[in-house]
């Protein structure tokens, strides 16, 4: 079976205009880092490389888990008493946040994603503040 260029699949027009912050922050840092300065890429979300082990009570935590059944999928916003643990953290802090109102992702970018989402229609602008 062949295929030729005229029956391939074609991408959704939104991909030309993707770009993913993230990447270009990476360029950066490879010229920063060619010509002598030491780079961490803390982007990666793997802290690991650069010495942050996960605790001990953390793996037997997982591991515990896994032997009880709980390695499966959870609901949408997240496991309950996680959820749960959330909000009394935030409430330690001053902040009445619900336990329903809190929101568990599978990561940092999947967060800010969904915030966005929900927050700002397109053509808006968000202002980001750059740390020095």
């Known amino acids: 079976m062949t295929t030729d260029a005229s029956s391939a699949i074609q991408v959704a027009s939104r991909v030309h205009g993707f770009s993913y912050a993230i990447r270009s922050i990476v360029a950066e ?3 920063v880092e060619a010509v002598g300065t030491r780079v ?8 690991i490389p650069f010495g942050f082990k996960t605790p001990e009570h953390l793996l037997d935590a997982v591991k515990r888990a896994m032997h009880d059944g709980l390695n499966g999928y959870t609901s949408s916003p997240g496991i309950e008493p996680a959820r749960e643990a ?6 330690v802090r001053g902040l009445n946040i619900p336990a329903d109102r ?4 599978m990561g940092t970018s999947e967060g800010i994603e969904l ?5 700002v229609d397109p053509g808006e602008e968000v202002l980001v503040p750059v740390p020095t």
Do not use: E
């Open 86 to 91: 959330v909000a009394d953290d935030f409430a």
């Open 29 to 31: 840092a490879k010229k």
């Open 40 to 47: 961490r890429y803390l982007n990666i979300g793997d802290p």
């Open 115 to 119: 915030a966005l989402t929900a927050l």
């Open 102 to 105: 809190v929101l568990l992702t």
